[in-house]
């Protein structure tokens, strides 16, 4: 398998279980959120614009994804969060090796900023995520255990201690994520994730 496959096996529906742990505070809080993720051929135009924008030559790009995505998570104030958004990736593996590469984002997972971040698929084809940001870094790992049901673990290491470890379940499913009204929109909110879900 190589990075595109593993995206496209992504492209879907998905609902989102997770939690997280706040290592600090030895507190952790759960939560859950609707994905949709769409594949994007390496020649659609927002691919070559993000690949523009982070000064890579849109031609080493293999394609990438559009995300967005809808959550709550148990410590949210009622009014005061926004977990619903949005994000574009492109992927741009190595010369010699098309399991590993560079992941261009418009939108990062511990920083809200666009961002490169490093990808390789391991000896089991678990996708891994590697970011460093200006204040901290991050380390994600996405598998599929069938082609419906996918695992994702997670760590941000902040500058100065403070850390969280983050575990999904998300399972593919048929309903759309648009929600049909503005209060549906508000009553949900978002997970940040390496790739934007």
Known sequence: MDAMKFFQQSAGKWR????????????????ESDIEV???????PEIIELCQYHQIDPSL????SRVRWL?????????????QGKTIF?????ADNPRQGKLLRERGYAEIVPVVGLFHLDDEDGL???????????IERFWFISPNTRLRSS???????????????ETRIENSLEPSTT???????????????
């Open 61 to 64: 790009s293999v394609g990438g």
């Open 183 to 197: 209060e549906e929109v508000t009553s949900k909110q978002q997970f940040y994730s390496v790739l934007g879900w």
């Open 71 to 83: 959550g709550t998570m148990s410590w949210d104030r009622e009014d005061e969060e926004n977990h």
């Open 38 to 44: 769409e594949t994007l051929a390496a020649d659609h």
């Open 90 to 94: 492109a992927i741009v593996p190595d």
């Open 128 to 138: 891994v995520l590697t970011t460093e940001y200006e204040t901290m870094s991050s």
């Open 16 to 31: 989102s279980q997770r939690a997280t742990h706040h290592l600090a505070f030895k507190r952790s809080e759960t939560g």
């Open 155 to 169: 760590t941000v290491k902040r500058f100065g201690g403070f850390s969280t470890a983050s575990f999904c379940t």
